[in-house]
């Protein structure tokens, strides 16, 4: 599995940015693709995840302000991200949770982008 982010840059303080996961290779294994960020200094946080059935979550703070949602295919993962803070500047990282079972067990296997970068000016 590849994902290649694109879609970030500069915003200003209440604007919107969406950002796009392209995500190729084995799709059908794909359990669930998610949005992480991750500010100087701070620890890597889940921001959104769909899963392959199309249920959506969302980190608790900014549900009502970021959207994810994909293309039918599922080749395409976004994030809308609306009404943005400074606090929202970080680098965005797709990440892709695939699992592969047999008969005897399942593994877990994640995959990331390289991620892009939300600068957001007050």
């Known amino acids: 599995v590849q994902l290649v982010e694109s879609g970030g840059g500069l915003v200003q303080s209440g604007g919107s940015l969406t950002l796009s996961c392209e995500v190729s290779?084995?799709?059908?294994?794909?359990?669930?693709v998610d949005w992480y960020r991750q500010a100087p200094g701070h620890e890597r946080e889940l921001v959104a995840r769909i899963t392959s059935a199309g249920r959506t979550n969302y980190q608790d703070s900014l549900k009502g302000r970021f959207t994810i949602s994909r293309d039918n295919a599922g080749n395409t993962v976004y994030l809308q991200m609306n009404s943005l803070k400074p606090e929202d500047a970080a680098t965005y990282f797709c990440h892709a949770e695939v699992l592969v079972s047999t008969i005897e067990t399942t593994r877990k296997f994640d995959y990331w982008g390289q991620g892009t970068q939300v600068t957001v000016s007050s």
């Open positions: 290779g084995r799709i059908a294994d794909i359990n669930a």
